[in-house]
Structures are given as C-alpha cells and as structure tokens.
C-alpha cells in the first residue's frame, strides 16, 4: 500500500502519488473566525483594567515589603527608654492663671473685693450669691465713670487651667446671674454649678469673676473652689425646701 494514497496497489513506493497532491488534500489548513466584541471600547476597558489592577498589586507588594521592614527593624532594635511628658498632675497656682487672663505684665489700678463670705464646699445645683465691689490699691472703694460688664467663669485647677463652659450632660455648667453690668458695687445672684468638681483632675475649681475689654481691672479669683453632690439626709433623700400651705376647713 502507498503512503500517500491509501487506494494505490502499489507497494514498494514507486507510485507517482506524491507528486498528484494527496498532501495538500489530506492535510488542509482551516482558518477559524472569531467573532469581534460589538462594542470596540469593551477592549479598551478590559485592558484598562487588567492594567489597573497590576498596579494595585505592585502598590500592595512595595507596602508589604515596607512593613516587613520596619517589622524587622523593631525586633533586631534595642528596646529604647520613652520618655514621658510631665502627667499634669501638679494643680495650677493662682499666679498661673492670672498670666493666662491678663499676661505677664498687667498694669491694675483696680481690683475686686469680695463683700461676702463664698461657700466651700458649694454644692451641685444648689445656688448662691456673691457680693463684691471695686477697689483701688489701697482698698477704697472706686466709682467708675461708666458700667463695665462683668462675668462669672469657672476654670479647671490642671495645669494649664481650661475654661469650663459645659458639664459631663452637655449642658452649660453655670447658671443664674452670671453676667451683670456695673461701675462700683456688684452683686450676682443665684448662681448654681451643674457639676462636682471631683469629676475633674485635682479636684476643685477656679471660681473667676473677670471684667470684659478692661485690662485695668484686676479679676478675682477663688482658688481650691470645691462643689460636691447635694446634702442627704438621715434617709439619704436630697434635701429639698417645701412650702407649706394652709388649707382652709370648711
């Protein structure tokens, strides 16, 4: 049999069968269609993305190699002492606070002076009065030739001190007559603290009253102001004033 013809007699290879062209009918080369995506920016963005990605991977691998390094550092490293800054547990002084309302070198030529005695401990929500005049160096009484307006604060003892505007609820934590206006006497009244002061670092307060726009005037300030939780009595029940009212019998 032809090896180049399966139908050719002849056997020993001396046919013409290789010269006829079975090959090229036997072996014939097939073209295969694929068909092209309908829409041509479909590629586009397959590639764009394929892209995108190797570069995500290669961002991945550099932040990889950089934490294994500084990993590496930190256990090959000797362990270093850290240093800790002042805890701030040392209270502020009055003079502290005095820089931080009125600088290093004020110039008063009057002062306030307080015409009654302050409760401390005062107590939460429990309100008070404070009655003070204007006073020049000597300790007399001024008069001023016009009102000045002036304001109760409340100041952290910290180190550096931190004005206190709202308690631990979110509400303002002074209330009452905090703001007046005056030119000689002044006199604030009911003024409650919405907060005990053991909520706050060493444990009391600055009680400052501050002029407002007047750099002559030197504000007052009570140190180590203490505000505790509201008296209990014997049966542990707040202590609350009660009206009594009479009720006519018929």
């Known amino acids: 049999m032809c090896n180049f013809n399966i139908v050719c007699p002849v056997k020993d290879g001396s046919c013409l069968c290789k010269k006829a062209g079975f090959i090229s009918e ?9 068909p092209l995506p309908s829409n041509s920016n479909l590629l ?29 550092d930190l256990s090959q490293s000797p362990s270093k002492s850290i240093t800790n800054p002042p805890s701030g547990d040392e209270p502020a002084t009055l003079n502290q606070l005095q820089k931080l309302l009125c600088g290093e ?11 009654c005695e302050v409760p401390n401990p005062a107590y939460k929500e429990r309100s008070f009065s404070l009655f003070m005049q204007i006073v020049d160096t000597n300790g007399n009484k001024v008069i001023l030739n016009e009102n000045l307006d002036f304001s109760i604060q409340l100041f952290t003892m910290e180190n550096p001190p931190k004005l206190l505007k709202i308690n631990t609820s979110g509400d303002n934590i002074l209330k009452g007559n905090i ?9 604030f009244r009911k003024i409650a603290i919405r907060e005990v002061s053991s909520h706050f670092r060493n444990g009391c307060f600055f009680l400052v009253v501050t002029p407002k726009d007047c ?30 009212q009479e009720i006519d019998r018929v």
Do not use: W
């Open 26 to 34: 036997i072996v014939r080369p097939m073209t295969i269609s694929y």
């Open 44 to 72: 586009k963005n397959l590639i764009l993305i394929i892209s995108q990605q190797n570069e995500i991977m290669k961002s991945i691998v550099v932040q990889a190699k950089c934490i294994l390094e500084k990993i590496t």
């Open 105 to 115: 070198k004020p110039q008063h030529t009057f002062e306030l002076q307080l015409l």
């Open 179 to 187: 703001i007046m206006q005056g030119n000689s006497t002044l006199m």
């Open 215 to 244: 750099s002559y005037i030197r504000p007052l300030i009570i140190d180590n102001f203490v505000v505790k939780a509201r008296k209990m009595n014997s049966e542990s029940i707040p202590k609350k004033n009660f009206k009594i």
